[in-house]
């Protein structure tokens, strides 16, 4: 089962807007959400995390907003640059019981930003 | 500086080889994983160790094993290789403390016909 769902699939934007990508889960244990950001041939890395105690937490130009409530979160990309051409993708996890430490991913977002 | 390394980046073999994929870490991390990507499926948990002593299946272990030989080496073998394991194949390390930041390698590439 697909414990957390990601949309789009795939985004193309113009430089200088703002991509959006949602994600959606359903495990209440969830308590840490990290973006991981993956360019062509290399693994995925941390991009930016957060945990459920705040609803929104920027560095640099990215952004997690975060609905506890609807148990949804997204990563908004302000001033995007065609070096933010990547995929993403979302994950969750647990600090406690027998998820932690495991990160379960959704689908992915293949980002094109053109110049 | 490749502190997670993975070997070899690209196979392809045939169906019903046994495969070993090979992952070592200078990173000094107790806890290692192996995840399967594929398009449109995200990162799948295929298998993941806590310790040198702990080996754990994940959401899609059938079809693979796999060996803890050191805290550095976590090795995964298709016992049987099969056209539907044709994947782009991680390996990521976290350590025990802090806020489970995992670090991937780079990935091995594999085919199987």
């Known amino acids: 089962q697909q414990q957390v769902k990601q949309s789009p699939q795939s985004l193309i934007v113009q430089k200088g807007g703002i991509p959006i990508i949602n994600c959606a889960y359903e495990?209440?244990?969830?308590?840490?959400f990290p973006w991981y950001q993956q360019f062509p041939g290399k693994g995925p890395a941390l991009l930016i995390a957060?945990?459920?105690?705040?609803s929104e937490k920027k560095e640099g130009r990215f952004t997690i907003s975060f609905n506890k409530s609807a148990k949804q979160f997204s990563l908004h990309i302000m001033d995007s640059q065609p070096g933010d051409s990547a995929t993403y993708f979302c994950?969750?996890?647990?600090?406690?019981?027998?998820?932690?430490?495991?990160?379960?991913f959704g689908q992915g977002t293949i980002l094109t930003v053109h110049p | 500086d490749a502190d997670v390394t993975q070997t070899p980046r690209n196979r392809i073999t045939k169906t019903g080889k046994r495969i070993m994929l090979e992952c070592s870490q200078t990173?000094?991390?107790?806890?290692m994983y192996w995840y399967r990507q594929d398009p449109g499926l995200g990162l799948r948990l295929i298998y993941y160790s806590f310790d040198v002593k702990d080996i754990n299946k994940g959401e899609i272990s059938d079809g693979y094993s796999v060996s803890r030989q050191a805290q550095a080496k976590f090795s995964l073998s298709l016992e049987s290789a099969i056209p539907n394991q044709t994947a782009l194949y991680f390996c990521a390390t976290s350590d025990r403390t802090g806020l489970n930041e995992q670090f991937f390698g780079p990935g091995t590439r594999l085919t199987v016909l």
């Open positions: 957060i945990r459920p105690d705040v």
């Open positions: 495990n209440t244990a969830f308590d840490y």
């Open positions: 994950a969750a996890s647990s600090y406690g019981g027998t998820s932690y430490g495991k990160l379960t």
């Open positions: 990173k000094g991390h107790d806890r």
